[in-house]
C-alpha cells in the first residue's frame, strides 16, 4: 500500500512561534486531507488539498503531488493548537484514506 | 445537519462479550467508512460502504467483525467475542459520492476490553 510519511514526529513550541508540518507519500494520490485530533479523539477537518495552497486563518497549506509532498504551516501558535495533525491521502485507483502515524505538537505558554 | 454521530462515544466490556457501535453519516452523503485507531498509530481502514452494499473490507476486518448498513443510512460495527487487542477508537467517516471528495469524521467509539 501506500507510504505516508510525517515529520517531525514531535514538535514543542513556544506560543507565539510558527511551524511547519511535513507529509510525504509514496505513490500518485488523488485525496490529501489535513486532520487535528483533538484530546477527545475527533478528527477536526483542516484542510481538503490534492494539490495547491489554501489558507485558513492562521494555517495554510500546500501541496506538490508531483514531488509527492505537503506542507502544514501553523503561524502565531496558540495553545489550542497542540494536539496530533494526521495527513490522510487516497490513493490514485484506491477508495480509503491512507494515514501518516502524525505530527504530536505541544504548544506551552 | 449535525455531522458524522456516533454512540456510543465509550464502552467498556468483559472479554468474550459481544459489542455494537452505531454510525449515522451526514444525510447526503453515500460514502461510509469504518477505521480503527490505536495509541499512537494513525487510523486504519477497515470497511467502507457505497449506499447499502460493502464493497471493500481490510484484512484487519478479522471474521468476529461484521459491519452493516441496512437501508444505506447509518451503519453498524460488530464485534463478537471481544479480545483485548480490540481495545481501540473506533471511527467512522462518510463522504459523498467519491472517495476523491473530502471525507468528515465522527468524534468516534473508545473500546475498552478488561
Known amino acids: 500500500g501506500i507510504q505516508v510519511e510525517q515529520s517531525p514526529p514531535d514538535l514543542i513550541l513556544q506560543e507565539g512561534a510558527n511551524s511547519t508540518l511535513r507529509c510525504n507519500f509514496s505513490?500518485?494520490?488523488?485525496?490529501l486531507q489535513w486532520f487535528h485530533q483533538n484530546p477527545w479523539g475527533q478528527l477536526i477537518n483542516l484542510f481538503y488539498i490534492p494539490s495547491g495552497t489554501k489558507q485558513n486563518g492562521r494555517l495554510s497549506a500546500t501541496t506538490v503531488a508531483t514531488e509527492r509532498y505537503s506542507l502544514l504551516y501553523i503561524s502565531s501558535s496558540q495553545t489550542t493548537d497542540s494536539g496530533v495533525y494526521f495527513c490522510?491521502?487516497?490513493?490514485?485507483?484506491?477508495?480509503?484514506?491512507?494515514f501518516g502515524k502524525g505530527n504530536q505538537v505541544v504548544v506551552i505558554p | 445537519d449535525t455531522g458524522v454521530s456516533q454512540d456510543p462515544r465509550h464502552k467498556i466490556t468483559k472479554r468474550g462479550q459481544n459489542v455494537t457501535f452505531r454510525c449515522d453519516p451526514i444525510?447526503?452523503?453515500?460514502?461510509l467508512y469504518w477505521y480503527r485507531q490505536t495509541l499512537g498509530q494513525g487510523p486504519e481502514f477497515l470497511t467502507y460502504?457505497?449506499?447499502?452494499?460493502?464493497?471493500?473490507k481490510s484484512r484487519l476486518l478479522s471474521d468476529r467483525f461484521s459491519a452493516e448498513r441496512p437501508k444505506g443510512s447509518f451503519s453498524t460495527l460488530e464485534i463478537q467475542r471481544t479480545e483485548q487487542g480490540d481495545s481501540a477508537m473506533y471511527l467512522c467517516?462518510?463522504?459523498?459520492?467519491?472517495?476523491?471528495?473530502?471525507?468528515?469524521f465522527g468524534q468516534g467509539t473508545r473500546l475498552t476490553v478488561v
Open positions: 490522510a491521502v487516497v490513493r490514485y485507483r484506491n477508495n480509503r484514506l491512507a
Open positions: 467517516a462518510s463522504s459523498t459520492e467519491t472517495v476523491y471528495t473530502e471525507a468528515f
Open positions: 505513490d500518485s494520490v488523488n485525496n
Open positions: 444525510s447526503e452523503h453515500n460514502r
Open positions: 460502504f457505497q449506499n447499502e452494499a460493502q464493497l471493500e
